[in-house]
């Protein structure tokens, strides 16, 4: 049994690393590549990825919500993936090895099939996992497989170009990259779709329109999902302007990768910490103790200047050690959720992992959408050798203070989250007790009325 547990972790959380592969060359590197290597103005970029990245944006609900409704022979999840790797791989072979022709609409195009196909792996594929066990605590193992290769996935992306010696070779790095991962994402998924079980769904779903009203009517979706939203924008904001604190607060630009690949090793180190947490006083309360903890470590952050590198190390390991309960937990309780309405007839788990997707995508948008005008308005000058007083107070109340009134919201809504693992328990004990007096003969049933009225 332990082995076949293992063996489940595994083969589930494997393609995970490959696709979290992608997040820093389609967010970070691809701007810079095209304007530098194919000399688009950054307007037409900026145009082609927006317009791509709002048809992303669109998707994912959309895919969710297709994805519950239709059924096949192999599984309605795997169907999806199996679409999925053949347009991410050819999308992103053509987005980052272009030959001729690049122009906005190519830029364009081939974002909008790459996204596409990303989509259409991902949403499934987390879907899946919260189906694969009903377990309270083997939802949160398996959400934490799944991060824990991501974040594997996360630190091969900035170590590659140190191993390949393309440092200053952006487009030696992304023809490394796509090459790797033709190799790396089939082999991945192979081993789960081969292996893995999935569940069949015969029951009826409710249309498109029906929807809003089915998820609005759960109080905890109507906890977690914003929560979940401020939670990522706060923790969007210093991802976005991570490197231009440590060039321009810290004057450390050499100390990036490094400091990157600490705060995502914490990260894996204080997983295993937070599902040990979970199990003893609950998944929301663990949640917000790790939020609690990277509140008391970004607090500091103000308070650092020029060469104060170890002082930002710390910050780093103390929030990456918070980064596992932020990236496993709250995708867990959503399975718990999901699990829950498809018991009483809702099955809508894909269409909440969509908006999932939705959400995280619209606080990256929203943190570069805040944070670059302010930092404009405040007099940031990126060529600048130095910044003016202002422009450095600035961006600690983004990186920091923004983030820590974020995630203090979050600590004071989800402390009474509706959800947790009594209230689990106590509706599948309900549920099964009422499918037990509900399967009793009618014979028997009767038997007891007429001596009542007798």
């Not at 820093?24 to 103005?41: D, G, I, K, T």
């Not at 048809?55 to 022979?73: E, M």
């Not at 020029?306 to 050690?321: K, M, P, Q």
């Not at 809508?348 to 995508?361: A, C, D, R, S």
Request: net charge neutral.
């Amino acid at each position: 049994m332990k082995a076949a547990y293992y063996r489940q972790l595994l083969f589930y959380g494997l393609p995970g690393l490959p696709l979290a592969m992608l997040g820093l060359p389609l967010y970070v590197y691809l701007p810079s590549f095209y304007a530098q290597e194919w000399h688009l103005s950054l307007t037409v970029i900026g145009v082609a990825l927006l317009a791509a990245r709002g048809f992303d944006v669109l998707t994912d609900p959309l895919i969710g919500w297709a994805n519950d409704k239709v059924n096949s022979r192999i599984g309605r999840r795997k169907l999806f993936i199996l679409l999925g790797i053949p347009l991410l791989l050819v999308g992103l072979d053509y987005l980052l090895r272009p030959v001729d022709k690049v122009d906005g609409l190519y830029l364009f195009t081939w974002s909008m099939v790459t996204y596409l196909g990303w989509t259409l792996i991902s949403i499934p594929w987390q879907a899946w996992g919260s189906e694969m066990t009903r377990d309270y605590h083997g939802k949160s193992a398996l959400a934490a497989s799944r991060e824990v290769f991501g974040i594997l996935g996360t630190v091969i992306v900035i170590s590659l170009p140190f191993f390949i010696g393309s440092k200053d070779n952006t487009a030696l790095t992304l023809d490394a990259l796509a090459t790797l991962l033709w190799v790396l994402l089939p082999l991945s998924l192979f081993p789960a779709l081969v292996w893995l079980v999935e569940r069949r769904q015969g029951r009826r779903f409710a249309p498109l329109r029906k929807v809003g009203s089915i998820l609005s009517a759960h109080p905890a979706i109507r906890q977690l999902l914003p929560a979940y939203f401020l939670n990522s924008l706060a923790n969007a904001l210093p991802a976005t302007l991570f490197i231009l604190f440590v060039t321009h607060v810290l004057q450390a630009p050499e100390q990036v990768g490094t400091v990157l690949m600490v705060y995502f090793l914490s990260g894996i180190v204080g997983l295993p910490l937070w599902l040990w947490l979970a199990r003893r006083i609950d998944k929301s309360r663990a949640w917000v103790l790790a939020l609690v903890l990277s509140v008391a470590a970004f607090v500091w952050v103000p308070l650092l200047g020029e060469g104060d590198v170890y002082g930002f190390i710390a910050v780093c390991v103390v929030s990456g050690l918070a980064l596992g309960a932020d990236v496993a937990l709250p995708a867990s309780m959503q399975a718990d959720i999901a699990q829950q309405m498809d018991h009483q007839g809702n099955p809508q788990t894909g269409l909440l992992f969509g908006l999932w997707g939705l959400l995280t995508k619209l606080a990256l948008a929203l943190a570069v959408g805040v944070a670059f005008p302010l930092l404009d308005w405040a007099g940031f000058a990126q060529d600048a050798a130095t910044q003016t007083d202002a422009t450095l107070l600035m961006m600690a109340l983004l990186y920091a203070g923004l983030p820590v009134l974020l995630k203090g919201w979050v600590i004071w809504r989800m402390w009474r989250f509706p959800f947790r693992e009594v209230d689990f328990r106590d509706y599948w004990e309900m549920s099964y007790a009422n499918a037990l007096y509900s399967a009793r003969p009618a014979t028997h049933h009767n038997e007891r009325v007429q001596q009542h009225e007798d």
